[in-house]
C-alpha cells in the first residue's frame, strides 16, 4: 500500500469517527454535564465544557487511531516492509509548520473564548477577590449598600440580593445584610436574581462550592472574595467546602434551596423576626470577620470603624485599653 | 574511521582516577566495618535525633509552640535537623568538607568493589543511580500503600475505617511522598546512571554533589515519614496556610522534609545541568544530544530554579511555628496568599519536572522498538525545553478561585494553554516515529504507547482545567485529581516502568523476564485506567478531593475505582516479583544490547568500566540513524573497547 492510500484510510477513519463522537457527545451526553442550568452561569460552564469537549474528542481520536493503525500495520511481523532511515523519514518543515499552525490556532481560539466567556458571564461564578472587575450590572452598589447598611431587597424590585458566606472550621454561616443582617445556616436563594456572595473565613482557607449555581470562591481569612450567580430554576442544591480545612473538612456540606421570590421573602422576614434577639449582638455587617484584639481571646467581631480594602485597618485593630 | 588526532589527551589516561593520584584511603572506602556505610549512618543520624531533641528542649523547655499538644517545636525540629546531619556525617557525605576547611587533603576516592559500594558514599555516577532505584522504589511502594488505605476508606461513603484526623493524615502522607518521589524517579536512577554515558562522559561534573543529592534525598524520606509518628499533618501535600500554621508537629516533619528533599532536588539538578553543558564528548554538538539527555537537561535545569522557592517557602513556614513569625498569618500582617504564591510559583514547574522526563524516555526509545529515526528531532528539543520555558509563568492557575489576582486569569489562562503546544511537539514526535516502522512490540515499547495513551487523557483535561469557566466547576474535586494522577503515573511512571525495562540489562547485565513483564504491563495499564478513569466523573458529580465522606450516589463508581486501585496495586506487586525473579533468584544474563539500540550507552563494556569509556568517545553524526544503510557509525572509540565498538553503525547486533 503507497503512502497515500494508507493516510487516506487514516483520515477518513478519523473524520467519521470524530464526526460520530461529537455529535453523540453535543446531544447525548452534553445536556448532562454538570454543573446544569440552575443559573446563568451554570449554563454557560456546561457550555463551554461541551465546546472543549467537542474540540478534545478529535484530538483524542486522531491519537487513538494513529496509536491503533500503527500498532496493527506497522509492527515487525511478515510481510510489513523495512523502515525508510535517513533525510526520508525524517519531518518535513510542511508537516512541523502545519502541525505548530494548528495547534497554535487550536489553543489560542480555546483562550480566547474562555476569557471572552469568562468576562460575558461576570466571572462565571468564580471567586473574583475584593474588587470584582467583571461585575453584573449594580452588583457593586448593592454591595457597598450593604457595607453602609442600606441594604434592601425586595420581591417586586430586580437588585440584587447580598449575602456573605463566613466559613469556619467545619460550617458555613449566612448573612444576608438586607434582612437585618440575620445569620443563618442554611442557604437559601430567591430565584430570577442576581446573588452577590461576600465569602470569607474565620479562621484557615476554605471555599465555598455551590454546585449546582455553579459558584466556587475561596473563603480566606480576613479577605472578601465576591463571586455572582444569577439563578434561574428552582431546587435544591449542594454546598461543600472545596479546600482542605482540617480533619472534618470531608463532613462541611449542606444543602441549599433557591425559592420562588415570595416564598424566599416569606421565609427571610419571619428568620429575621425569629432571630432578632441574637442578631442584635452580631457586629455590623463588614467585608470580613476580623479577630481582633478587642474581642476576649481574640474574640470575633471587626471594629466598627474598619474601612475595607485597606489591610492595615483591617489588621491593625485597636489596641485594647491600657 | 579514526580520527584519534582529533581526541583530547586526557581520553588516553586509561582507566586512572581522571583526578589525579592521592595518597591513603578515605573512610567511606575502607573496606570492613571500621568504614563509614549505611550502618554508620543510621548510628549517627539516631544519636543526632536524640541530641537535637534533649537540645530543642534544653534551650526551650518551659514553653510549648505547637497549640493543642505538649510538644516542644524546637525540640523537634532540631531532633529532624541533627538527624540529617548526623545521617550525611555517618555516611561520610561531610568527610571532604571537613578536612578541606582544616587544610588537610583527603584520601584515595576509587570506591571499594564489590556490593558493599552501593551502601556507602560512592560517588561513581552509576553506583549512585542504582542507589536512587533502590530509594525511589521504597518512596513509590510507601506511597502506595498509602493509596490502599485511601481507597479503602472510599469504599463507603458514611462507614468510615480511620477517623478523619488519620484519614487526612493518610492523604497528606500519601501526597507529599508521591510528590517528593516523582521529582527524582526518572532523574535520580537514570539521570545519575545514564547521563555520562549518552554524553561519552566518563564522570558527572560534581561527583560529591551528585552522591550528597541521594543521601540527603534519603533523609528527607525519613523526616518526612516522621510525621506520622508526629501525628501526621492536616494539609494535604500543598500545605496551606494558615492551616499550617494551626497544624501539630508533623507539619515541621512536612515543612523540613521539603527543604531537605529541595537541597538534594537542587543539587542533583545542578550537577547534572553541569555535566551535561560541560561534558559531552567531542563532536556532541546541542543537534547531536540524544533526546532523553534533553530532557533531562530541561528538568534539571527547572530543579535547580524552581526548587529554591520551596525551600525558602518551607523556611518561612518553620519560621512561623517555631519562633513565632506571621509571614502567613492574615491577622498578624503575614498573607495566606504569600505560601500560596511561593508553593505554587515552585509546584508548577515542579509538574514538568515530573512529565518532561517521560517524555524523553519515550522519544528515546521509540526509535530503537520502530527501527526509525526520532521523527522531527529538533521540534522535540524545543518542545522540551519550551515547555520547561513556560512552565514559570503559569502557577496562578491553579489559584484561579482564591480572589487573588482575578484580573490576571485571563492572562494564566493564556499562558497555560499555550504549554500544550511545546507538549504537543511530543506527540508529533511519537507519532512520527510510528509512522510506517516496523514495530516491536517489547515491554518498554508497551510503556510507551501507553504513556502516549495516558498523557493524551491528563494532558486534554489539563486544558478543561486551564479554562476558568469550566474551571468553577472542576478545580479542588476528583477530576483534578484523575487528571494529575493520568500525567505523573500515567505519564511519568508508565515511563519510568519503560525505561527500567529498557535500562536494567544495562544497569545490571540482567534481563528482565518478558513474560511476567507482559503481565505487569497490561494488569498495570488496564487497572490504572479503571483506577482513575472515574474518578472524572466522580469529580464531574461534585466529589471534592480529600474528603472522607461523600455523596450516596456516588458509592459504585468510588467502589469501582477502589477496587481497580487494589487490582493496580497488585500489579505492582507483580513488577517487584519480576524485579526480584528476574535480578536475584533466577538472573539471565543481557545480551550486550539487546534491543539493538544504536545509543552511546550500549556501545560501552558490559558491566560498565568504573570511568565508562576507555577512550572518549568522538560523536560523528546524529543519534538515530536507523534503518539508514551505510550511515556511519554514531560514535568513533578509536579502536578502543566498548561492547558495540565497530559495529555501531548496524542496526543489527547478535
Redesign the interface.
Known amino acids: 500500500m503507497n503512502?497515500g492510500s494508507?493516510m487516506r484510510r487514516i483520515v477518513t477513519a478519523w473524520v467519521i469517527v470524530s464526526v460520530i463522537g461529537d455529535l453523540l457527545w453535543w446531544f447525548l451526553v452534553g445536556p448532562h454535564?454538570?454543573?446544569g442550568n440552575m443559573t446563568e452561569?451554570a449554563h454557560?460552564?456546561q457550555f463551554?465544557?461541551n465546546i472543549?469537549a467537542v474540540t478534545?474528542l478529535p484530538?483524542?481520536f486522531m491519537?487513538?487511531i494513529?496509536?491503533g493503525y500503527?500498532?496493527v500495520k506497522?509492527?515487525?511481523k511478515p510481510g510489513?516492509?523495512?523502515?525508510?532511515?535517513?533525510e526520508a523519514?525524517?519531518?518535513s518543515r510542511g508537516?512541523?509548520a502545519g502541525?505548530?499552525t494548528i495547534?497554535?490556532i487550536v489553543?489560542?481560539s480555546?483562550?480566547i473564548y474562555?476569557?471572552i466567556?469568562?468576562?460575558g458571564?461576570h466571572?462565571?461564578?468564580?471567586?473574583?477577590?475584593?474588587n470584582?472587575?467583571w461585575a453584573p450590572e449594580g452588583a457593586i452598589a448593592a454591595n457597598n449598600a450593604a457595607l453602609a447598611g442600606k441594604a434592601t431587597w425586595s420581591p417586586a424590585g430586580s437588585q440584587p440580593l447580598v449575602v456573605q458566606v463566613i466559613a469556619q472550621q467545619w460550617k458555613f454561616t449566612y448573612r444576608y445584610p438586607a434582612f437585618g443582617g440575620m445569620e443563618t445556616d442554611r442557604l437559601l436563594l430567591p430565584v430570577n436574581t442576581e446573588v452577590v456572595f461576600d465569602?470569607t473565613s474565620l479562621?484557615?482557607?476554605h471555599?465555598f462550592?455551590a454546585?449546582q449555581l455553579?459558584?466556587?470562591?475561596?473563603a480566606?481569612?480576613?479577605?472578601?472574595?465576591?463571586a455572582f450567580a444569577d439563578t434561574k430554576q428552582q431546587g435544591q442544591f449542594?454546598v461543600?467546602?472545596?479546600?482542605?480545612?482540617?480533619?472534618?473538612?470531608?463532613?462541611m456540606?449542606n444543602s441549599g434551596r433557591i425559592l420562588s421570590k415570595t416564598a424566599f421573602m416569606a421565609w427571610a422576614t419571619k428568620t429575621e423576626a425569629q432571630n432578632a434577639q441574637n442578631t442584635k449582638y452580631l457586629p455590623p455587617f463588614a467585608w470580613t470577620y476580623?479577630?481582633d484584639a478587642n474581642g476576649a481571646s481574640g474574640g470575633l467581631y471587626p471594629d466598627g470603624n474598619v474601612t475595607p480594602y485597606s489591610p492595615y485597618d483591617v489588621?491593625?485593630a485597636k489596641q485594647p485599653a491600657a | 574511521m579514526t580520527i584519534s588526532a582529533e581526541r583530547p589527551t586526557e581520553a588516553t589516561a586509561g582507566t586512572a582516577s581522571p583526578a589525579g593520584p592521592r595518597s591513603g584511603s578515605s573512610w567511606t572506602n575502607r573496606p570492613g566495618w571500621m568504614s563509614q556505610h549505611l550502618g554508620t549512618a543510621i548510628v549517627l543520624g539516631f544519636l543526632g535525633y536524640v541530641f537535637g531533641h534533649w537540645w530543642g528542649n534544653y534551650l526551650a523547655s518551659g514553653y510549648t509552640y505547637i497549640a493543642n499538644n505538649g510538644q516542644n517545636g524546637v525540640a523537634d525540629f532540631l531532633g529532624l535537623l541533627f538527624m540529617v546531619i548526623g545521617w550525611l556525617l555517618g555516611i561520610g557525605a561531610l568527610n571532604y568538607p571537613i578536612l578541606k576547611l582544616f587544610g588537610r587533603e583527603p584520601g584515595e576516592e576509587t570506591p571499594a568493589p564489590g556490593l558493599s559500594r552501593y551502601f556507602r558514599y560512592t560517588l561513581d555516577h552509576k553506583v549512585v543511580g542504582m542507589q536512587y532505584v533502590v530509594g525511589v522504589l521504597l518512596f513509590l511502594f510507601t506511597g502506595g500503600l498509602l493509596a490502599m488505605a485511601i481507597r479503602t476508606e472510599l469504599l463507603n461513603p458514611t462507614v468510615h475505617i480511620f477517623n478523619p484526623g488519620t484519614y487526612i493524615e493518610i492523604v497528606s502522607e500519601h501526597g507529599t511522598i508521591m510528590m517528593m518521589m516523582a521529582t527524582s524517579i526518572v532523574v535520580g536512577p537514570l539521570g545519575n546512571y545514564l547521563v555520562p554515558l549518552m554524553i561519552g562522559s566518563r564522570r558527572m561534573a560534581f561527583p560529591r554533589v551528585e552522591a550528597f543529592s541521594f543521601w540527603i534525598f534519603s533523609a528527607g524520606y525519613m523526616v518526612i515519614f516522621s510525621a506520622l509518628f508526629y501525628g501526621g499533618f492536616p494539609t494535604g501535600w500543598t500545605g496551606y496556610a494558615p492551616l499550617q500554621n494551626q497544624a501539630g508537629p508533623g507539619m515541621i516533619s512536612y515543612l523540613f522534609g521539603f527543604a531537605v528533599i529541595g537541597i538534594g532536588m537542587m543539587s542533583a539538578g545542578f550537577n547534572i545541568a553541569v555535566t551535561i553543558v560541560n561534558y559531552r564528548a567531542p563532536g556532541m554538538t546541542w543537534s547531536r544530544v540524544p533526546m532523553f539527555v534533553w530532557s533531562i537537561l530541561a528538568t534539571a535545569s527547572l530543579l535547580t530554579l524552581a526548587t529554591p522557592v520551596l525551600f525558602t517557602a518551607g523556611l518561612f513556614g518553620l519560621l512561623d511555628h517555631l519562633v513565632l513569625t506571621s509571614l502567613y498569618v492574615n491577622e498578624h500582617g503575614g498573607s495566606s496568599y504569600l505560601w500560596e504564591n511561593l508553593f505554587w510559583f515552585f509546584g508548577h514547574p515542579e509538574v514538568y519536572i515530573m512529565a518532561l522526563p517521560g517524555f524523553g524516555i519515550v522519544a528515546e526509545i521509540v526509535p530503537v522498538f520502530t527501527r526509525k529515526p526520532l521523527f522531527a528531532y529538533k521540534v522535540a528539543a524545543a518542545g522540551m525545553m519550551g515547555v520547561a520555558l513556560l512552565s514559570f509563568f503559569v502557577w496562578q492557575h491553579h489559584l484561579f478561585q482564591s480572589g487573588i489576582n482575578p484580573d490576571m486569569r485571563p492572562l494564566f489562562m493564556l499562558t497555560t494553554e499555550l504549554i500544550s503546544i511545546p507538549t504537543g511537539f511530543i506527540y508529533l514526535v511519537g507519532m512520527g516515529s510510528l509512522y510506517r516502522g516496523k514495530m516491536r512490540l517489547e515491554v518498554p515499547m508497551l510503556f510507551c504507547l501507553a504513556l502516549y495513551f495516558n498523557f493524551l487523557i491528563g494532558g486534554i483535561t489539563g486544558v478543561f482545567l486551564s479554562d476558568v469557566p469550566v474551571n468553577v466547576t472542576v478545580h479542588g474535586s476528583f477530576f483534578v485529581l484523575s487528571h494529575f494522577h493520568y500525567t505523573i503515573m500515567g505519564g511519568l511512571v508508565f515511563a519510568f516502568m519503560a525505561g527500567l525495562y529498557y535500562w536494567l540489562p544495562k544497569m545490571t547485565g540482567r534481563m528482565m523476564n518478558k513474560k511476567l513483564g507482559l503481565w505487569h504491563f497490561w494488569t498495570m495499564f488496564v487497572f490504572f485506567n479503571l483506577t482513575f478513569f472515574p474518578m472524572f466523573i466522580i469529580g464531574l458529580l461534585g466529589q471534592p478531593r480529600r474528603v472522607f465522606e461523600y455523596a450516596h450516589n456516588l458509592q459504585g463508581l468510588n467502589d469501582f475505582s477502589s477496587i481497580s486501585a487494589f487490582c493496580l496495586g497488585a500489579s505492582f506487586l507483580l513488577f517487584f516479583w519480576n524485579l526480584m525473579y528476574s535480578m536475584i533468584i533466577n538472573p539471565k544474563k543481557a545480551p550486550a544490547n539487546p534491543w539493538e539500540s544504536l545509543g552511546l550507552e550500549w556501545q560501552t563494556a558490559n558491566p560498565v568500566p568504573l570511568y565508562n569509556f576507555e577512550r572518549i568517545p568522538v560523536i560523528v553524526t546524529e543519534p538515530y540513524r536507523y534503518s539508514e544503510p551505510g550511515a556511519p557509525a554514531y560514535a568513533d572509540f578509536g579502536g578502543g573497547t566498548g561492547a558495540g565498538a565497530g559495529t555501531v553503525g548496524s542496526s543489527v547486533q547478535e
Open positions: 503512502n494508507e454535564i454538570p454543573p452561569s454557560w460552564n463551554d465544557f472543549l478534545a484530538v483524542v491519537v487513538w494513529w496509536l500503527a500498532v506497522w509492527r515487525d510489513v516492509p523495512d523502515p525508510v532511515g535517513g523519514a525524517k519531518a508537516v512541523q502541525w505548530i495547534t497554535s489553543v489560542v480555546a483562550a474562555g476569557t466567556a469568562l468576562i458571564d466571572g462565571s461564578g468564580g471567586g473574583e477577590g475584593p470584582p472587575v465569602v479562621d484557615v482557607i471555599d462550592w454546585y455553579s459558584v466556587k470562591a475561596d480566606n481569612p480576613g479577605v472578601n472574595n465576591v449542594m461543600r467546602c472545596d479546600e482542605l480545612c482540617g480533619i472534618w473538612h470531608g463532613a456540606y476580623t479577630p489588621y491593625g
